[in-house]
């Protein structure tokens, strides 16, 4: 399965295993930008 | 943010912190310049993620009396919600990612302005990174 993508502010798409791959992460989802 | 004041505790853990949000990077751009964030941040535009991670788009549960509580207590402790941009009936979480794919921890809000406490969140964190 695909793992979805997101983007940095410059547009790039990653995904969290590439933004995790070299350090644990802690992913924090917010409700709303703002 | 919680976690973006402590975010010197969780660099010693070892654990880089980082922020996602939806709707565009318009609007993460907009937040990052605003709020002088020093976290990196994305943008998963069609909210794919928080869909494949459970993360709830619960309209009734802003009716809930909690939120308002912890709006206020967001209030007192010095945090404003200048705008909302985007879906904002999508309710956010919290996980950690492990180098090797594994997902130890996870948090899922049940209401706007649910979210762990950074004291909890800590310990799990250190306990996940130990273990």
């Given at each position: 399965m695909t793992e979805p993508r997101v983007k940095d502010l410059d547009g790039h798409d990653t995904t969290l295993a590439e933004i995790a791959k070299n350090q644990p992460t802690l992913?924090?989802?917010?409700?709303?930008?703002? | 943010m919680q976690v973006h004041r402590e975010r010197d505790a969780f660099r010693e853990l070892g654990?880089?912190?980082?922020?996602?949000?939806?709707?565009?990077l318009r609007y993460a751009?907009?937040?990052v310049e605003e709020t002088k964030i020093d976290l990196p941040v994305f943008v998963d535009e069609k909210r794919a993620l928080y869909k494949?991670?459970?993360?709830?788009?619960?309209?009734?549960?802003?009716?809930?009396?909690?939120?308002?509580?912890?709006?206020?207590?967001?209030?007192?402790?010095?945090?404003?919600?200048?705008g909302v941009y985007g879906d904002a009936f999508q309710l956010g979480g919290v996980i950690l990612r492990m180098p090797d794919g594994s997902m130890p921890y996870r948090y899922?809000?049940?209401?706007?302005?649910?979210?762990?406490?950074?004291?909890?969140?800590?310990?799990?964190?250190?306990?996940?990174?130990?273990?």
């Open positions: 992913f924090i989802f917010v409700r709303h930008f703002g | 654990v880089q912190a980082v922020v996602i949000g939806h709707s565009s751009r907009a937040f494949e991670l459970g993360f709830k788009r619960p309209i009734l549960a802003f009716l809930t009396p909690k939120m308002f509580r912890r709006a206020a207590e967001a209030r007192r402790a010095g945090f404003s919600q200048p899922a809000g049940q209401f706007p302005g649910d979210h762990p406490k950074v004291e909890d969140l800590k310990a799990e964190v250190a306990k996940a990174v130990a273990s």
